[in-house]
Structures are given as structure tokens and as C-alpha cells.
């Protein structure tokens, strides 16, 4: 049984930071990722990242301010969200792949998380 639990979300202000982790569980996965979706909008890829740390995407409206690692240990994907602004807020979901190229396509993720929700305040 695949497994994948999220924490980290809340209510920050602009310019504030948070800290999303997801901690996945029943496998291993290739590719784990974040996605995030705000009301009314369609689901995007925020940042995805491969076994060994060596490929990253990061969506162009979060390069600079969001980071993505992930600890292979404990089979675990972070994303240290920075200098957040009001257009960020959306439910974040985890994602992850098993298949042996970067996934980031929606098509391509196996397993989601239920989400956690980043809200940021004006």
C-alpha cells in the first residue's frame, strides 16, 4: 500500500516562508514531486526532483523562492516555499512516479497525496 502523508501547510503572510514535507511509504519512486492547485484554476507542477537529487524542474513563477530535496532515507520529498506571495495559495499536493526519466507531466505520477493547504495573506 502506497502511502504518501503531507504536512507543512498554513496561513502565512507575504513574504513569509513555509516548510511542506511528504513522507511517503509502500515503495520506492523515481521521481517525487510537488503540484498545487488554487480555486477556480487547473492543477500545475510546481517542482519535481529525480532519485539522486541531479534533475530539478521548478515552475517558472517559483524559481527563486521554492526549493525542492528529498531524503531518500526516509523517503521523504520537501519543498521550502520563500518570500510566499498572494497568488501561491492553492492546495499543494505531493506526487511521486516510478518511471526512470523526470516526470513532469501529470500523466506520469502514480501516487498523490491528499494535500495540504498554503494560504497567504496581503
Known amino acids: 500500500q502506497v502511502q504518501l502523508v503531507e504536512s507543512g501547510g498554513g496561513l502565512v503572510q507575504a513574504g513569509g516562508s513555509l516548510r511542506l514535507s511528504c513522507a511517503a511509504s509502500g515503495g520506492t519512486f523515481y521521481t517525487m514531486g510537488w503540484f498545487r492547485q488554487a480555486p477556480g484554476k487547473e492543477r500545475e507542477l510546481v517542482s519535481c526532483?529525480?532519485?539522486?537529487?541531479?534533475?530539478?524542474y521548478y515552475a517558472d513563477s517559483v524559481k527563486g523562492r521554492f526549493t525542492i530535496s528529498r531524503a531518500n532515507a526516509k523517503n521523504t520529498v520537501y519543498l521550502q516555499l520563500n518570500n510566499l506571495k498572494p497568488e501561491d495559495t492553492a492546495v499543494y499536493s505531493c506526487?511521486?512516479?516510478?518511471?526512470?526519466?523526470?516526470?513532469?507531466?501529470?500523466?506520469?505520477?502514480?501516487?498523490w497525496g491528499q494535500g495540504t493547504q498554503v494560504t497567504v495573506s496581503s
Open positions: 526532483i529525480s532519485w539522486g537529487g541531479g534533475s530539478i
Open positions: 506526487a511521486v512516479g516510478s518511471r526512470s526519466i523526470l516526470h513532469y507531466t501529470i500523466q506520469d505520477y502514480d501516487y
